[in-house]
């Protein structure tokens, strides 16, 4: 089964559940007079309203590349995960609005052991979907499917205070649904804040994952020829689509027909590890200028705000010192690489150097 199939199933049974849940949390709310089961059938509504947007984002993510869009319609998962968000937001908001008041004047409730068994199968059985939705859309790296199960889980808390609440309720005839109302409505507004962030940070473009990232630059460095992998920069167009590029280090005496070979032979092993296309450029390396690289790397070592040097070489005819410089985004830039450029100067004066800005974007 693929991914788009693995997510439309799982939605579909969140949405067969939560409406079979929203159908009996409804009616006993209603019979037993309980603000807090009204609520929680409401939320079970939502749920099964995220599960409809999911499959309607998965769908339309799963449209195949064309003129428009070559790189596909993947990030529309994102926005599917944004709404599912808000609606969590609206729910936990709309819950405080109801639970507020119920604690200065609350409600009269005439709860039944029938009532109380339905809401506690009700607890079991969310938990049981949410883990099952959650734990899916991790495998398959789906945020909305991830996003509902987290609110699934969150609504098995709410029905587990309502069941709580009616137990009190019935044995010592104090009502707290109001005040387990507010203090669970305050847990969910948080959650779906948190969603909405961890969203929009894949929208706009977050660092790439370290460990990601170290796994990549190691396998292309395991390859004969490769000296080094840097400014590795990743683009997500989708939560199953990143493509990317990446610059080696290698002999400055390869033919045309050799570095095709080996940037190739990085392409396809990267491609079939990772399944992400990458672009490979290329730094030269010359060994016959390594005692000003060694000067240079002791010189940035007493830079704590330097994070790598890369990419050196010297151009011979033009009497040049070229290399890329990787600075922490807090630090002044120019005032550092001004510093550099002064002490490398003073040891080797018949050279110009050109310092290349890099930037920290990947481990």
Known sequence: MDRQSKIIKTSIIGIVVNLILVAFKATIGILVNSIAITLDAVNNMTDALSSIITIIGAKLAGKAPDKNHPYGYGRIEYFSSIIIAVIVLWAGVTALQESWPKIFAPDVTSYTTTSLIIIAV????????????????????????????????????????????????????????????????????????????????????????????????????????????????????????????????????????????????????IYKEYSIPLTVGIYARNDEYDYIRHDLEEIVSQYDEVLQIHGFYVYEAQKIVSFDIIVDFDADREKIKGKITSKIKEKYPEFDYLIIDDYDISD
């Open 122 to 269: 009700a607890v079991v059985v969310k938990i049981l979907l949410g883990r099952y939705v959650k734990s899916t859309g991790e495998k398959i790296n789906s945020q909305a499917l991830i996003a509902s199960g987290s609110d699934a889980l969150f609504d098995a808390i709410l029905s587990l205070s309502t069941l709580i609440a009616a137990i009190i309720s019935i044995f010592y005839h104090i009502s707290l649904e109001g005040i387990l109302g507010v203090i669970i409505s305050i847990v969910i507004i948080k959650a779906s804040i948190d969603m909405i962030k961890e969203t929009v940070d894949s929208m706009l473009g977050e660092r790439i994952d370290k460990e990601l990232s170290l796994k990549i630059k190691k396998s292309i460095e395991e390859i004969d020829g490769v000296y080094g992998a840097y400014d590795l920069n990743l683009h997500s167009y989708g939560p199953e689509n990143m493509q990317g590029s990446v610059h080696v280090e290698i002999d400055d005496d390869l033919t045309a027909s050799e570095i095709h070979t080996l940037t190739r032979e990085i392409t396809l092993k």
